[in-house]
């Protein structure tokens, strides 16, 4: 049972995707902020994150940078979610696996997560 | 005495209630029911102060979603998604609330005003805040605290809240100002009115002011009457306005005295129109005219004056211009703003009002009707303008005419009365003047008739013709 995390700091958003993606059968935490966000992925290694952009304390793309600046990190899958700045985190695809604006379909961000969580259990 | 730094709203009529704008550094309360404004209110003065250079921080617990809000502003002008985690950002703090308490709150907020350099900090769940503490005592700590550490950077804070007006909230004691946002049902229309409860260290104008909400946003008109009283314009006394009836300007002792108010009276179809029709035909370059009516269109004002024979100066060109208000859901103060402000933009020197009844008709609170006449006459006369303006009466034909209100009689400078009534089977119109402040004036009556050129005085009319004078 592939594990994820998800990062918003807006509380109905985070248990609306953790139902969804429990629906679908993965184990999922949830944390709200970038900061909180990193420590947790130390702690313990999810399976994919999904994050958000504009949080207090890290942003997502904050966030994202860490990660992938961290030898141990660098190559875990992370999905960023937005509101307003999906474009700026699609001008740095080496942070994302995938970049959704909200609202964003169910369908295709289970269809995403799927497709990049599978790619990391190889 | 030294003047407070100020943080501008952005909305003219609302910095004109708070003397200047908030204060820089302080803490404020903006309070209403759902849907009474305080979401769109809050970011549109956000929206000004990142334009004005600012930087925001705007925090919610529980609410509608983020995309959600910004979805709901995108139609309006002041809204700019370009600014979204640049200039102004949006966070919850909901899961600290629940998880840690208010005192990671107050942490967070701290940290996060820092992290984002922000100028002015949004709060939006007060009521909320109040759910978890456990005293009263712990939410005035937390509005203290959120207030000193902001103060402490130069941050001025607004705190939304939904709580009801009549509530004594202990939060109210520590913020610098309080301002409540209503949304009332006024017979079958629905009013918005903005109060300013609490303002320290600023004279706000005082009761309830009212607003709107359309694609520009918000716009509020502050009350007439709560405005400082002005100088009257000074004007020579000997100096005239053609009324543009030659007669009629003899009767008036010359014309009609220039800065005056002068009220028209008379029954429908008695030609109070076509008296206002002659006054704006004598505007020029010097004293450019301003229609102000809630019956005729533009062009059906014009088609009239052509019908009767009488020039008004082109469409285009600053001579004469033609503002129509439609009878609707109309707000007495937008009616008057929009009055003083042609008047003063335009310069306008002639003002023809047809007629007083569509004030009266938009005014929701009745009672304020005289106070807000005489204040509007005062804002008129501060202006210098001569205004002629129209008031309907109710009989049609008849010789017992009553004025109108005594009250409103008093406020003004100067009355002419117009008159319908039969004899021998023949419709007659006459015309008196009733008062005239500071100037002699003819007190017969005379016979109106309508001529090629539009009106003209006709002889005198014998007591035994001319029915008694309305009481006074």
Redesign the interface.
Known sequence: MAHILVVDDEFLLAMMLTDILEDEGYEVDTVSNGEAALAAVRKRRPDLVVTDFMMPMMTGLEFAEAVRADAALANLPIILVSGAQGNIARERPELFQAVFDKPYRNSAILKAIATYVATDTE | MQQAHRLTSGIDGLDQILAGGFISGASYIIQGQPGAGKTILSNQIAFAHIAGGGRVLYV?L?SE???RL?QTMDPLAFFD?SQ??AAI????????L?DEGLDAVVK?LR??TK?QDATLLVFDGLLNARDRADTDFDVKTFVAEVQGQAAFVGCTVLFLTSSSVTDLNPEHTMVDGVIDLTDTLAGVRTVRELQVRKSRGSRALGGLHKFEISDEGITVYPRIESLPARVEASVRVESKLSIGVPGLDAMLGGGLPEGSITLLAGPSGSGKTTLGIHFLSQASDAEPALHFGFFETPDRLRTKAAALGIRLADQEGRVLTIERMPLADNILDKLAHKLLDQVRSLGIKRLFIDGFGGFERAAVHRPRLIEFFACLMDQLRAEGVTTLATWEIRELVGSDVAAPAREISAILDNMILLRLFEEDNQLIRSVSIQKMRDSHFDTSVHAVDFAPNGLMLGGALSARQVPPHPQR
């Open positions: 919610t529980l979603s983020h995309e910004f998604r979204l985690g950002t949006y966070i919850s703090v909901f899961q600290t629940r967070m940290k996060e992290r």
